[in-house]
């Protein structure tokens, strides 16, 4: 079996991987679909959780295929989709952060020169300049901007907000088209799997975390902010994340115990980030992001799907580079 | 509608859907290709372009937004893109004696149109929209049997505030209240007052 798949070429490996992934979410849409066919709507907890299962099921689809597609059509043509959703990610972060006339300007400047100069900056493979040129560069420019419109109503406030969105929704998200593009010896053409690799454990580490507390319901570390959140569901989540990290290890081009820390660190950077974003969501009264947090269709934003990942990618992308010397 | 002009819709509402989202709500109706009288708060001109983009494809065809002549029509471009893409009714604002300034939406009306109406008359600034003029008033007496449907545009003037030409990506939506009728011996001023509340109510709901 292990010789068959090593005899795969790269992209042979990867079009395996996937085809496992999707067969997968198939299984679990079956699932989702035969659990709420079977309900009758009479027990009011079951239902809802069979609503929350399949919302689970269907973001993990668009973000499968939205990986598929990114790998099938190359890392160019990859970075533009995440720059998409960088795009869309911050529109709704914008969207729910008051702002003032005098905002306007800088938030020209956020969408149609930062963003796209970033993410350029991704494709041509300028890491030092990824790294430094939002919170540097751009740190300087947006409240200059602002400045220059004459308003000085809520002034840091409201700079500090989009100075804050913009690390969250473009810097973080384009750290994840940038290990794609991170040249690792012996490990050409299979930078996808580190994407699966941090996407797998991130999401992995989430769910177990989910899953915990509903199982063991404890009383939340931080009520105001989250429900659910308690350390040892936390712990319970990062264990696994860790855990599946290591089984992947020869996924990607750690050693066993390196990929088991570089799983833990991911999962660490996302589920607290997934935190940190709902107290946002709280501070702003809402309870997810998308259109003015209620929505009809009971969809949530692209920003609650995202959001842990817009953490964990800078925070992996330089735990690696750092830790491998690229 | 030709060529060029089904072209210019079409790219349109790709930038309006990429900029806002124009997000339908329709809350206190469903979509119906039954003859309506929209009425919304006015904060921008790009309201009646989201409104455009916010109604379905069968509702749009049949559906015309009233846009203030003085505005729309100052350069060719404008006004092509009104009347050949928008399929608007000019409203003339500078009070004349001789015409009545209803009457092109009168015309619209009797010809089975749906009209989109701004009661406000001009752009407000304030969180509320100002009090209603009495146009809305006198159409609903006229064709009773025309629907009201209050409507409420969200967001629009961050878009694109007072001054600048460059669009900004924030999410909008429009929210489709409950329909109104007139109701036999209100007066004008219960009823504008009536209407205005519903377009309000429809802002926290």
């Known amino acids: ?326 | 509608m030709n060529l060029p002009a089904k072209l210019m819709s079409l790219f349109l509402l790709g930038l309006i859907r990429a900029l806002t989202g124009a997000q339908a709500r329709w809350q206190g109706c469903p979509p119906k290709a039954e003859q309506r009288i929209y009425f919304a708060n006015h904060q921008s001109h790009a309201d009646l372009v989201l409104m455009w983009a916010a109604l379905p494809q069968e509702l749009r065809s049949i559906t015309r937004p009233i846009a203030a002549k003085d505005y729309w029509t100052k350069t060719p471009f404008k006004q092509w893109i009104t009347t050949a893409v928008f399929n608007a009714i000019y409203v003339d604002r500078t009070k004349t004696n001789d015409q009545d300034p209803l009457e092109p939406l009168i015309d619209a009306l009797e010809s089975g149109d749906s009209i989109i109406l701004f009661p406000e008359g001009t752009r407000g600034n304030q969180e509320e929209p100002q009090a209603f003029k009495s146009g809305l008033y006198n159409l609903a007496q006229r064709f009773p049997q025309v629907v009201l449907v209050p409507a409420w545009i969200n967001n629009v003037q961050r878009v694109m505030p007072k001054g600048e030409v460059v669009p900004v990506p924030i999410l909008c939506s429009v929210t489709f209240g409950a329909p109104l009728a007139l109701e036999a011996g209100e007066d004008r001023g219960s009823f504008l007052t009536r209407a205005r509340q519903a377009v309000i109510a429809l802002r926290d709901s």
């Open chain 1, 1 to 326: 079996m292990s010789s068959f798949l090593r005899n795969l070429s790269p992209s042979q490996q990867v079009g395996l991987l996937f085809i496992i992934v999707f067969g997968l979410l198939i299984a679990a849409s079956i699932t989702a679909l035969v659990m709420s066919l079977r309900d009758h709507g009479d027990n009011d907890i079951r239902t809802q959780d069979i609503k929350e299962l399949t919302s689970l099921v269907n973001t993990s689809w668009v973000v499968c295929t939205v990986f598929w597609l990114s790998w099938a059509s190359g890392e160019t043509v990859a970075t533009l989709l995440f720059a998409i959703v960088a795009f869309f990610a911050l529109r709704e972060f914008i969207t729910l952060s008051p702002t003032r006339h005098g905002d306007h300007r800088s938030l020209v400047l956020a969408f149609f020169v930062v963003l796209p100069v970033q993410f350029w900056l991704v494709i041509n493979e300028r890491f030092d300049m990824v790294t430094v040129f939002i919170p540097v560069y751009v740190f300087l420019a947006i409240p200059v901007v602002s400045a220059l419109a004459n308003d000085p109503q809520r002034f840091l406030e409201r700079n500090a907000k989009l100075q804050w969105g913009i690390m969250v929704c473009v810097y973080g998200i384009s750290h994840v088209p940038a290990l794609l593009l991170l040249d690792f010896p012996g490990y050409v053409g299979k930078n996808a799997f580190l994407v699966f690799f941090l996407v797998f454990v991130v999401q992995t580490g989430m769910l177990v975390q989910h899953l915990a507390a509903r199982k063991w319901p404890r009383p939340p570390t931080a009520p105001q902010v989250s429900q659910t959140f308690h350390w040892s569901s936390w712990l319970m989540g990062l264990a696994v994340g860790g855990f599946v990290g290591g089984l992947m290890s020869g996924l990607t081009p750690f050693k066993p115990a390196q990929a088991v820390a570089m799983a833990l660190i991911a999962c660490v950077a996302g589920s607290l980030g997934h935190l940190v974003m709902k107290a946002l969501k709280r501070d702003r009264g809402i309870t997810n992001w998308g259109s003015q947090g209620k929505s009809v269709t009971g969809a949530s934003g692209l920003l609650d799907r995202v959001d842990a990942l817009c953490f964990a990618a800078p925070v992996f992308f330089h735990s690696v580079r750092w830790y491998f010397g690229l």
